[in-house]
């Protein structure tokens, strides 16, 4: 009888029988904002940057991927210059994606003097301390810390901090790819360039607002932010949100353990 009343609609059912979430779900990046996003004659830089802000979401295990999206802040604008999304397994593997993004950033003529300040999600054990120490041979690049903690922790919190910071942007079509985006994916065969874009763009589209009912009487309910829905993957999506929010925090001096005399 359950399945002639909902048939396919398994998020119905989660959401009316098991209390799973209490509204429809909701885009975050609205379509016509993305639509106009990707649409756009691709950004040309006007001057030469003195950062690359390069957020970086680990693997988390099983189909999950190893994300990397580098950006630029020109002017009132965030401009994507790098992408990269991988399922990566292993030191190796994660060193060689991580490496090959920084190689191909930096092979970029307007990039090869900036600082680049890496910034990775810190929330899976010690991977953030991992990739820093891949880098600590290459030239000019600062990893960001937390109360001597390598990388920023993911809550809650911040996600909605993250994302509304990034849908400001999106929403005022100051948000570009750059007209030379870099793709590296080093495993990746055929147009690795354009299925990134792709896979980007869909990331944003299905980048979801969830509330979920509490499990207990007098809890609050929970909002969530993912894209991971029926195999799905957000991890573009994530490390696009988190480049935004720390190059602005960044740049306006409000990231604490930053030696900002050492850039200058």
């Known amino acids: 009888m359950v399945k002639q009343i909902y048939g396919d609609q398994v998020d119905l059912l989660q959401r009316e029988s098991m209390g799973v979430i209490t509204q429809d779900l909701q885009s975050v990046f609205k379509q016509k904002y993305v639509d106009k996003m990707f649409s756009m004659d691709k950004y040309e830089l006007q ?9 970086c979401d680990p693997n988390g295990g099983g189909s999950s991927q190893m994300g990397l999206v580098s950006l630029v802040i020109e002017f009132n604008k965030i401009i994507v210059v790098g992408i990269d999304s991988v399922t990566t397994k292993g030191h190796e593997q994660i ?58 922790v993911t809550t809650a919190t911040r996600k909605e901090l993250y994302t ?24 990746g065969i055929g147009d690795v360039k354009a299925r990134a874009i792709s896979d980007f763009k869909k990331q944003l589209l299905a980048f979801k607002r969830i509330i979920q009912q509490p499990q207990r009487g007098f809890a609050l309910p929970r909002v969530v932010y993912t894209g991971k829905f029926k195999g799905g993957n957000d991890d573009v999506c994530i490390c696009l949100t988190m480049g935004v929010y720390w190059g602005i925090e960044f740049i306006t001096h409000r990231v604490k353990d930053a030696p900002y005399e050492m850039f200058e």
């Not at 100051?174 to 870099?182: G, N, P």
């Open 47 to 55: 001057k030469t940057p003195a950062f690359v802000f390069v957020a």
């Open 95 to 152: 060193q060689r994606l991580l490496t090959a993004h920084i190689d191909a950033l930096r092979a970029q003529e307007e990039l090869k003097d900036a600082w680049f300040i890496f910034v990775p999600e810190s929330n899976l054990g010690h991977e953030s301390d991992h990739m820093r120490y891949m880098l600590r041979n290459y030239r000019k690049v600062w990893t960001i810390t937390e109360k001597g903690r390598t990388g920023v």
């Open 164 to 187: 509304m910071e990034t849908q400001k942007y999106i929403c005022q079509e100051s948000l570009q790819l750059w007209k030379h985006l870099v793709v590296s994916n080093p495993t």
